[in-house]
């Protein structure tokens, strides 16, 4: 199992409908995926989604750093000694969490592809069959938002309202709007991705609130750890932690201040599957909530979030693995089951995907002449 190559291909996938975030709108979406190959000739998938704007990370910056500065380094390593991997990779270059992340998951893949079974069983063993699942509503519209939310209720009974662009109140009333409209046949979220100040954020969550919506997702900017302590203590709704908890040491610390009722735990952003579980595992320990969050992963992305998901006692509060349902096209053979509004955790070897190989070739982002 000693790594033979390492091969990354950066592809631009079609989107339903441009995605409205509080950083970026999103009208089409970017991957770096990645490949490595054994000795033995045992393949992995990884994919490495990546929303414009949301961390420090591009593309191309995240290929040119396993190209160039990893990937060398990495042949000939024995793949098995994953926690090793990951500490050589921590040798080699600090940080880039998201080229790191999507290296370690192609590696899983090939771990539990040679062994024969789902991933999941690399982490202790799946605990949910299935995880319920959230779609994220990005319009900035009212009645879009609303039409939207009546025609994906068929699959989803979980809604997440990005409210963090434009003006706070016209926000609130926005999702207020939604949350009325849908009434009882569906349980409403909002996510503000860092973007209100503190004062805004204490009249908003007041306001949503006694509105009824459900949870609040990083109302402050990530590094304001105390004042998302303020807000949990002050308000009985849920407010989540997702920019502000980055890697485990974020997490001890959030934990310890009381900083947040819940973390939106990905792969991605926390640097790879074992990361998350440290994440997820401090969390547990603290008693916070999970909650499994997107970097809007295709389908091995999204089979490799829920196949770690799926490990995790705490995860009660959903996941947002919506990526399938937005995409509107995909590298990847389905592998992703939907049924009773939850994802099914897929039980095949590995992640269970099956590369593509003329769709790659078909979304491949053309160098820059």
Not at 46 to 73: C, L, N, Q, R, T
Not at 219 to 225: I, Q
Not at 275 to 297: C, D, S, W
Request: some cysteine; hydrophobic content about 45%; overall charge negative.
């Amino acid at each position: 199992m000693k790594l033979h190559s390492i091969d990354t291909t950066i592809v631009d996938l079609p989107v339903a409908r441009p995605h409205k975030l509080a950083m970026a709108v999103i009208d089409r979406h970017s991957q770096v995926i990645v490949r490595v190959r054994t000795e033995c000739g045992v393949e992995g998938l990884g994919e490495i989604a990546i929303i414009p704007h949301y961390g420090e990370e591009a593309p191309g910056a995240i290929k040119s750093m396993i190209d160039e500065v990893i990937a060398p380094y990495l042949v000939g390593y024995d793949i098995r000694r994953l926690e090793g991997l990951v500490q050589f990779m921590d040798q080699i270059i600090k940080n880039n969490a998201y080229a790191k992340g999507g290296i370690e998951m192609a590696c899983v893949d090939a771990i539990a592809r040679a062994m024969n079974v789902p991933a999941y069983q690399l982490f202790g063993g799946k605990l949910h069959d299935s995880i319920p699942l959230l779609w994220v509503l990005g319009n900035g519209v009212i009645d879009k938002d609303i039409a939207e939310a009546e025609s994906r209720l068929g699959d989803y009974k979980l809604f997440l309202v990005k409210i963090g662009k434009g003006d706070p109140r016209e926000n609130v009333d926005r999702a207020l709007a939604i949350r009325d409209a849908l009434g009882d046949r569906a349980q409403v979220r909002v996510d503000i991705n860092q973007g209100w100040d503190e004062a805004t954020a204490t009249w908003g969550i007041g306001e949503l609130q006694a509105g009824g919506i459900e949870i609040i997702e990083q109302p402050l900017p990530g590094h304001n750890v105390e004042g998302m302590r303020r807000l949990t203590e002050r308000f009985t709704v849920p407010i989540m932690a997702d920019e502000g908890v980055m890697t485990a040491q974020d997490a001890l610390r959030i934990a310890q201040r009381n900083a947040a009722d819940a973390f939106s735990v990905k792969v991605t952003k926390h640097g790879g599957m074992l990361r998350t579980k440290q994440v997820a595992n401090i969390a547990q320990a603290a008693g916070i909530r999970l909650f499994g969050g997107t970097m809007i992963e295709g389908q091995i992305g999204t089979s490799a979030y829920a196949q770690i998901f799926s490990t995790m006692p705490n995860l009660t509060l959903g996941a947002q693995l919506f990526g399938p349902h937005l995409l509107t096209d995909d590298i990847a053979s389905p592998v992703i089951a939907f049924k009773d509004h939850a994802l099914v955790v897929p039980d095949l070897p590995g992640f269970g995907v099956t590369l593509d190989t003329d769709k790659l070739k078909f979304y491949q982002r053309q160098a820059a002449r």
